[in-house]
C-alpha cells in the first residue's frame, strides 16, 4: 500500500507545548502532503514538501522529509487551542493522493 | 472565488433507496477526487476525473456506485441501493493539473451519509 502511516494516533499537549506527528509510507513519492481535519470534514491543506526537499517552513508548521528512511514529520510550534484537529499526511504520486489514518491533536488551553 | 461546495451536508436515508451527492469544485481545477471517509478513518480514494472523463474509478466499492461530471465542472456520486454500510462522509475535492501544482488538492465540507 502506498499510504501513510501517522504516529501517534492521538496527542494531547497544553497550550504553548509544541506537537510532533510522524508519517511513514513504503513506495517512491513525487511529494508528501499534511492536511489538517476539524470536526470529521473537509480537510485543509497545510504544507507540500517534494521528494528533492528535506525541510520546509510555513508560519508555525515545520516539514521534515527523509527519503531514505521513507518518513516525515510535522512540528506544530508554539501550539493554540485552534489546533485542535486531526492531521493526516497524504502521499502524492502522479494524479493520487494516499492518505493514512491521521493523528488527533487535542489542544488543552 | 469560492471554494469547493457540496450538497447535500446531511443525508439520512433509508436502506435500499438511491441517492445522489453533488460537487461543485474550484473553477478552473481540471481534476475533481470523491474520497469516503468512515467514523475515525483516513480517506479511502473512490474515483479520479480528469476534464470530463474517469481514468481511474479503481476506488469504487462495488457496481452499486457510479460518477459522472458533466461540462469539467459539476460531478454527482450516485449510490444505488444503498446499505448500512455506505454510511460515511463522502469527501469532493479539485485541483489543478497535478502536472502543475503537484497536486495540492482543495476538499469540500463533505455530505455525512447516514443509511437507516
Known amino acids: 500500500s502506498q499510504q501513510g502511516e501517522e504516529d501517534p494516533q492521538a496527542l494531547s499537549i497544553q497550550e504553548g507545548e509544541n506537537a510532533t506527528m510522524n508519517c511513514s509510507y513504503k513506495t517512491s513519492i513525487n511529494n508528501l502532503q499534511w492536511y489538517r481535519q476539524n470536526s470529521g470534514r473537509g480537510l485543509v491543506h497545510l504544507i507540500l514538501?517534494?521528494?528533492?526537499?528535506r525541510e520546509k517552513h510555513s508560519g508555525r508548521l515545520r516539514v521534515t522529509l527523509d527519503t531514505s528512511k521513507k518518513s516525515s514529520s510535522l512540528l506544530i510550534t508554539a501550539s493554540r487551542a485552534a489546533d485542535t484537529a486531526s492531521y493526516f499526511c497524504?502521499?502524492?504520486?502522479?494524479?493520487?493522493?494516499?492518505f493514512g489514518a491521521g493523528t488527533t491533536v487535542t489542544v488543552r488551553a | 472565488g469560492a471554494g469547493v461546495s457540496q450538497s447535500p451536508s446531511n443525508k439520512v436515508t433509508e436502506k435500499g433507496k438511491d441517492v445522489e451527492l453533488r460537487c461543485d469544485p474550484i473553477?478552473?481545477?481540471?481534476?475533481l477526487y470523491w474520497y469516503r471517509q468512515s467514523l475515525g478513518q483516513g480517506l479511502e480514494f473512490l474515483i479520479y476525473f480528469q476534464g470530463n472523463s474517469a481514468p481511474d474509478k479503481s476506488g469504487l466499492p462495488s457496481d452499486r456506485f457510479s460518477a459522472e461530471r458533466t461540462g469539467g465542472s459539476v460531478s454527482t456520486l450516485t449510490i444505488q441501493r444503498t446499505q448500512q454500510e455506505d454510511s460515511a462522509v463522502y469527501l469532493c475535492a479539485s485541483s489543478f493539473s497535478h502536472l502543475i501544482t503537484g497536486n495540492e488538492q482543495f476538499f469540500g465540507p463533505g455530505t455525512r451519509l447516514t443509511v437507516l
Open positions: 473553477s478552473g481545477h481540471t481534476a
Open positions: 497524504a502521499i502524492s504520486n502522479d494524479y493520487k493522493l494516499s
Open positions: 514538501i517534494r521528494s528533492n526537499e
